[in-house]
């Protein structure tokens, strides 16, 4: 934590003194020399403390008090006064002002309200950060679980980002807990009653992902698409997240990205498991639609570098999964515990999760390290893959004949009941598909 000490004095004798002052005492600080300024400059995030007089002109201590307050009531704010203005200095205490200084004061006094302004600033801080990390942790649904410093970081940037508006990159490899952070951050942030549409890029055929995506025949720069049935569209003022964006053709980024510029739309909260930048160096993504995203950029960790969470993680799951299934979940012994920790675990959370139901359910299963190398590369089950493919075939049939039922009927050979009961589970409507 950076422990900045600001200076507001419009008096530049006093403000180079104090400055000299606390460059000896190894501080870092800044001078202002007028309130305003340093207002325009100040957030909730500021670690250190301010040191305001309170007489100046244009505003004062007592209104820059206030201000600033108004930014954050828990700032540490040390006022200046002179001799004989204890008053002032006391209505300032009861209006907020964590202490405060009479001139002539000795570099003792000066540096002990410091330290102690310091040391309360930083307890703030900190329970401002704990409580952020213990929402995340016990929020209801699938969290993103850990006690490495990374993982905590994660977690806080996370709980910052769910109340803004900005759109998100989420970096890491396959099974790292992107979109467990993506709904995350949908369902706890000013969103939350908007809806949450997925949209998985590398499961799409590369013919429909612009239709998939945006529907026929639409502008993204002139209006947001209105077609039902399209993913924009569907996503409204919510979340469209849009997971392995690096998996979407050209022209679709290029429409994706002239559609951030449309007001309102989605949040977009794109995940990737590669390097974005290398990509668009080689001409394999677009570079200006990287700059719309990377912004506020979310790298998640592998498995094999939170060493010290991995066995924390397979208890959790194995605790998790027994209690599930109403029975003791097994004990995990030194030599478990080392083969654990030395598997590479190329699946990540994802597989070390999977792994751990089977242990419950099977027992103890053998580690094959032989078999991890392609982990990455692998899609969903075959049954999701298909249920993918299915639903691209009738969404492309039912687009090509409006909607026509006996016609889709026809193509694909299937009776009416099940062509109905296929658009049910997919979630296709026939009238979206008309004219």
């Known amino acids: 934590m950076t422990h900045e000490i600001w200076i507001i004095d419009d008096e530049r004798a006093i403000r180079d003194a104090l400055s000299q002052t606390l460059e000896i005492e190894g501080y870092q600080s800044r001078a202002f020399s007028s309130a305003l300024e340093a207002l325009a400059q100040l957030s909730s995030t500021f670690e250190g403390v301010i040191v305001s007089d309170i007489n100046m002109p244009i505003m004062d201590g007592m209104t820059f008090l206030t201000q600033a307050q108004a930014i954050d009531p828990e700032l540490s704010i040390v006022m200046l006064t002179g001799h004989g203005d204890i008053s002032t200095a006391v209505s300032a205490i009861r209006k907020g002002a964590y202490d405060f200084l009479e ?178 160096k080689q001409n394999g993504f677009s570079q200006s639609l990287l700059t719309s995203l990377s912004d506020t950029t979310l790298v998640f960790p592998p498995l094999r570098q939170r060493q010290d969470d991995i066995v924390t993680l397979c208890q959790n799951f194995l605790r998790t999964t027994a209690s599930r299934f109403g029975i003791a979940p097994p004990n995990v012994d030194s030599t478990q515990k080392a083969k654990i920790i030395n598997h590479p675990w190329h699946g990540n959370v994802r597989e070390l999760r999977s792994y751990a139901e089977r242990w419950v359910l099977m027992g103890e299963q053998p580690l094959n390290q032989d078999n991890q190398s392609s982990y990455e590369n692998e899609l969903d089950s075959l049954s999701e893959r298909m249920q993918q493919v299915e639903r691209a075939i009738l969404f492309d049939s039912l687009n090509r004949h409006n909607g026509m039922l006996k016609e889709v009927q026809t193509e694909l050979g299937l009776a009416r009941k099940t062509l109905y009961e296929k658009l049910k589970k997919h979630h296709l409507d026939k009238e979206n598909f008309k004219g």
Request: hydrophobic residues 35%; proline residues 5%.
């Open 103 to 280: 001139k002539p004061f000795s570099t003792n006094h000066l540096l002990d309200v410091l330290r102690r302004g310091i040391e309360k600033r930083r307890l703030v801080i900190e329970n401002r950060e704990l409580k952020r990390e213990l929402e995340t942790q016990s929020a209801p649904g699938p969290r993103i679980l850990g006690n490495c410093e990374s993982i905590k970081q994660l977690r806080r940037s996370i709980s910052h980002l769910k109340d803004q508006s900005t759109d998100v990159l989420l970096q890491g490899e396959r099974g790292t807990g992107k979109e467990l952070a993506a709904r995350f951050i949908h369902d706890h942030g000013n969103r939350q009653d908007e809806p949450f549409v997925s949209f998985k890029c590398r499961q799409t055929p590369e013919a429909l992902m612009d239709l998939e995506l945006f529907g026929a025949e639409q502008s993204a720069l002139s209006t947001l698409p209105t077609h039902k049935n399209n993913k924009v569209a569907a996503a409204g003022r919510g979340t469209l997240f849009l997971d392995g964006i690096e998996s979407l053709p050209l022209q679709v980024q290029n429409k994706l990205n002239q559609m951030l510029l449309v007001s309102p739309r989605p949040r977009i909260i794109a995940s990737t498991r590669i390097d974005l930048s290398e990509s668009a």
